[in-house]
Structures are given as structure tokens and as C-alpha cells.
């Protein structure tokens, strides 16, 4: 999609579309106005005539309105202008997209960056619009036979901006909206294909070319041999169960000085969780493909960072393994020992997540980091806990918390703080190694993330539990992005502190 940013009446513009926000309970906003003043009420009469009320979502397209220049105008209903915040700028963003695709509008000058959203300024406006258009474009075809594309596609959006003066802004906000989105999109793809196609090999292939197409990235795959020289036994007791090897990828993107620590980033890479052992009921297992999803998100963003050139340095190390099994697959009761040499009571298979990100995290110590942010699809219990709203959010280090707290508010990728209190902790506790991989049923997601404390010690870290965030079940079936724009935000909002 090719996005721009331009100052100018809608009325002016020779354009095949011009979108213009209409708040309930038929109120034109300013560009609509505008337009109206040109066509001589052509508008406001439509509206008293009930044709569009306003209502958040609510379509009408207008052909050949007088004294303007488009061959269309689209009145986009934004609901109520106090409500007016991140959630309906997107989905009025998103339903402009999706309704013009369909309808062989190939151009759109849309004023929805024109309307005010509450302490949000224009770049913020630019550039979630342009996130929430390729949301909104997505599709995932590859492995259908006919694709079914639009015969005219939307093509070109440029997005008002009020004067000239924010144009500097609106083109730099273009920018990182199409870089962000583009890691969403890769995320998106990596976690729809299916296990018998992303495998942890294909993911490091994946990772290996993402660091072919960028100078400043660099990836580097380590095979179970090289994982069992650095006794990483919780890692691989996870992959005994799989013919798939596991692959323990990092990708480091050097965009600031050496000496600059970095930020790490691991993401969850079980290509397929099948629970092992303890085989999940069949229902639903399918969805089992995206428990790679922070792997995803993590690949994902790495993407983002490399494409913007940030001037900081971050890391992203995936641990990648089927859990599945075999006559060699790890059995509850069996007890490993992990890289940091604490000992695990494996009493449960299917709770993988945390045996392959415990090594992985003991890794990430190397890199004397700045900070470590976990992404996992850890949890059932976190959608019983949150639904699919925000993702689960815990960690050792207050200030990390709220820095992700905050970008997740400005996202709109939210995230939402359990506690890891130590009165949890002894949930863990262990007849016979020094912990067990399971707490009970009690506070699942904070049992787990309990767990991933007991490996975190050196560093400031925090978990993000993304099991109801990152995928969609039922009709809409499909991997969703997150978190990556919450991880963008929370880069650029660190990279704005640095420059304080
Ligand atoms: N990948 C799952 C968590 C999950 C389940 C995410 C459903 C999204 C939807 C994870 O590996 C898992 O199986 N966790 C277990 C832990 C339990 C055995 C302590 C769970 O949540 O049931
Ligand atoms: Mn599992
Ligand atoms: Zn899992």
C-alpha cells in the first residue's frame, strides 16, 4: 500500500474517494462540514433525512456530490465524539479500508487524522491509521490454491493533516506506521502457517533471511549439539519428544553504539504443542500451531527495528521445539536439569512454555542486558483471567512495568499487571527437585511467571502473557500481530526518554 500525508479542503481534492468522519447523533466533523459548505447543504440533508446517523461503523457513500472534485465522498460513522479514542479511530480507520478495498475505490484522501482524539497529536493519528489500514487489508492466502483478491484494490491512501507545518511529523509517523505494520504482517504469516510448515528449522531459515535483507542484523542458530554443550537440559527435555531438531535462534540488531546495552526480547517458539505426554484434548488443538506466536512477534520486531534504523542496540532470542509424544518424550515425574543448574520436577508436559524460556532466559544474561521482556503464549489461565483484551503482564522491575503499561495504553495493544508476589511462590515447591513445573490451578499465569522468576534474578525483567491476545478462534480464525505494536512503542517511547 502506498501512504502519504497532504494538507488541503476536501472539497479540493481530485481523487476517487474522500473519507469524512460523522459523529452521533448526526453531527458532520469539521471536513464534512466543509464538504458541505461546497455541495450547499448537500450533506446536512442526507443526515436530517436519517440516512446516516452517526452510529460507530455506519457507512454511506455519496457519488458525484456538488462542487467537489472527488467521485466520492464516504461518511464513516465515529459514534459518539466524547468516546472518540483509540479503539473507534481504529476501527473507523479499519472499516474505511476494508469497505472501499471491496468497492473499487483504488484512491482515498481520508480526514479521519483530522479528527481530534484525546491527547493524542497528529503523528500518533498517522501513524495508527496507517496500522490499522493494513490490519484491515491482511490476508492470508498462500496456501489456498485460488485466491480470491479485489479486482480493483485500494491502493493509495494519504491521510489530511491540517497544515503544512505537520507534514514533517505526518511523513515521519508514515514511516514508522509502515514499519510496524510490516512487522505485524510477518508476525501474522509466520503464526498462520501450519506446524508441518513452520517448523522450528523453517523459523530459523526465516530469521537467517530477515538478517540477509538488513546490514545491522545479525542472526545466528544454535543446533541441539550446540545446546547440549551449554547443558541447556530443560530446553531439550522439551524436544526429546519431537523428529523436528529445536533451534535456538538470536538476532541482534546493533543500531547504537557497542557499549549501549541492549534491550532482549525472547519469544515462545513451540511450532506445534500438542502437550506431550500430557496429550491436550482434541478440540481445538489446531490453534496449537500458534503457540509460536512470541516467537512471531519477536522475529516480527526485529523487522521494525532493522527497517527503522533505531539508534538503539536489541536482541531477540527464541527458543524453538515442538512438544509432542514420542517414545523418547520427557514423562511426568521426570526431573532435568536446567542451564542455570536449578533441577525441574517435570510433572506436567504441557507446560512447556516455561522449560524452554528458562534456558533461553539464563542465556540472555550473556548479553548484559538493559532490560529482558518475555513473549509466551504461556497460559490458559490468562484468558480465564483477562479474555482476549490485554495481554498478562508481570515482572521483578517496576519502572520496565509501567514503561509497558504505558505503551500498551498508547498502542492500544494493552497490557494489564498480575501480581508476582512471593506468597505465590511456594506453589512451585517440589518433593523432589528444586521446583516443579506446575502450581496447581490456582493462578496459573502467575504460578508460570513465578517460575520464569526463579531464572530472571540478574536482570530487569518482565513477562507478557499474549495466550488470549495473540490469535483469534472461530470464525476469524487468524493470528493477530500482537504484541508487536505494543513492543514498537515501548522501543520508540524509550528511544524519545534517551534523548531527554
Ligand atoms: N500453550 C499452552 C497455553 C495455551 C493454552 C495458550 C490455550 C493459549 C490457549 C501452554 O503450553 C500450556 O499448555 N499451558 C498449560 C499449563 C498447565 C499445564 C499448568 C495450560 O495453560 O493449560
Ligand atoms: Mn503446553
Ligand atoms: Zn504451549
Keep these: 500500500m502506498e501512504f502519504s500525508v ?3 479542503s476536501p472539497e479540493k481534492q481530485r481523487i476517487s474517494c474522500v473519507a469524512v468522519g460523522v459523529f452521533e447523533s448526526r453531527k458532520l466533523s469539521h471536513s464534512a462540514q466543509l464538504l458541505d459548505e461546497a455541495s450547499d447543504g448537500y450533506i446536512a440533508n442526507l443526515i436530517r433525512r436519517g440516512e446516516c446517523e452517526g452510529k460507530l461503523g455506519q457507512t454511506l457513500l455519496l457519488h458525484n456530490v456538488p462542487n467537489t472534485l472527488c467521485d466520492r465522498v464516504l461518511l464513516i460513522g465515529c459514534g459518539r465524539e466524547k468516546n472518540f479514542d483509540t479503539g473507534p479511530f481504529q476501527k473507523t480507520n479499519n ?61 493509495k ?9 505537520e507534514l514533517p ?11 510496524i505494520a510490516s512487522g ?13 510448515i513452520c517448523t522450528p528449522s523453517y523459523l530459523a531459515e526465516q530469521a537467517k533471511a530477515l538478517g540477509k535483507t538488513y546490514r545491522d542484523l545479525k542472526v545466528n542458530v544454535l543446533e541441539e549439539s550446540d545446546m547440549e554443550a551449554l547443558k541447556m537440559g530443560s530446553l531439550l527435555s522439551v524436544a526429546r519428544g519431537s523428529r523436528q531438531p529445536a533451534k535456538l535462534i538470536t538476532l541482534e540488531y546493533n543500531g547504537a553504539a557497542d557499549n549501549q546495552k541492549p534491550i532482549i526480547f525472547v519469544g515462545k517458539g513451540v511450532t506445534f504443542d500438542s502437550g506431550g505426554i500430557s496429550l491436550k484434548p482434541g478440540a481445538g488443538m489446531d490453534e496449537m ?103 498478562g503482564l508481570l515482572g521483578n522491575h517496576n519502572p520496565l ?17 498480575l501480581p508476582l508476589w512471593d506468597d505465590y511462590q511456594q506453589q512451585l515447591d517440589s518433593n ?41 478462534s472461530g470464525k476469524e480464525k487468524g493470528a493477530t500481530g500482537r504484541p508487536v505494536p505494543l513492543l514498537a512503542q515501548y522501543l520508540l517511547n524509550h528511544i524519545a526518554d534517551q534523548k531527554l
Design 6 to 8: 497532504k494538507s488541503g
Design 95 to 155: 472499516i474505511v479500508a476494508k469497505f472501499l478495498d471491496e468497492r473499487g475505490a483504488t484512491e482515498v484522501f481520508s480526514c479521519l487524522t483530522e479528527l481530534n482524539v484525546k491527547n493524542r497529536d497528529i503523528a500518533w493519528k498517522v501513524n495508527q491509521a496507517v496500522q490499522a489500514t493494513e490490519d484491515a487489508l491482511y490476508t492470508f492466502d498462500q496456501l489456498k490454491s485460488k485466491k480470491e483478491s479485489a479486482r480493483r484494490p485500494l491502493r
Design 157 to 165: 491512501v494519504i491521510f489530511s493533516v491540517p497544515s503544512r507545518r
Design 169 to 179: 511529523d505526518g511523513e515521519q509517523a508514515v514511516r514508522h506506521g509502515m514499519a
Design 184 to 196: 505485524i504482517t510477518l508476525a501474522k504469516d509466520l503464526a498462520n502457517l501450519p506446524g508441518n
Design 289 to 391: 500451531k500458534f503457540d509460536m506466536c512470541g516467537a512471531a512477534s519477536v522475529i516480527g520486531i526485529m523487522s521494525t527495528c532493522a527497517e527503522l534504523q533505531l539508534p538503539i542496540n536489541v536482541v531477540g532470542i527464541i527458543p524453538a521445539t515442538e512438544n509432542l509424544p514420542d517414545g523418547l518424550a520427557t514423562k511426568p515425574g521426570d526431573i532435568v536439569t536446567s542451564m542455570s543448574g536449578t533441577t525441574i520436577e517435570i510433572l506436567n508436559t504441557d507446560a512447556e512454555g516455561r522449560l524452554i524460556l528458562c534456558d533461553a532466559l539464563t542465556y540472555a544474561a550473556k548479553y548484559d542486558p538493559h532490560v529482558v521482556i518475555d513473549i509466551a503464549t504461556l497460559t490458559g489461565a490468562c484468558i480465564i483471567a483477562l479474555g482476549n483484551h490485554p495481554s
Design 401 to 417: 512495568i509501567n514503561e509497558l503499561l504505558n505503551a500498551g495504553k498508547i498502542s492500544g495493544d494493552r497490557c494489564w499487571e
Design 432 to 472: 523432589f527437585a528444586d521446583i516443579a513445573n506446575i502450581g496447581g490451578k490456582e493462578a496459573g499465569t502467575i504460578t508460570a511467571a513465578c517460575f520464569l522468576s526463579r531464572f530472571t534474578k540478574k536482570y530487569h525483567w518482565a513477562h507478557l502473557d499474549i495466550a488470549g491476545t495473540a490469535w483469534r
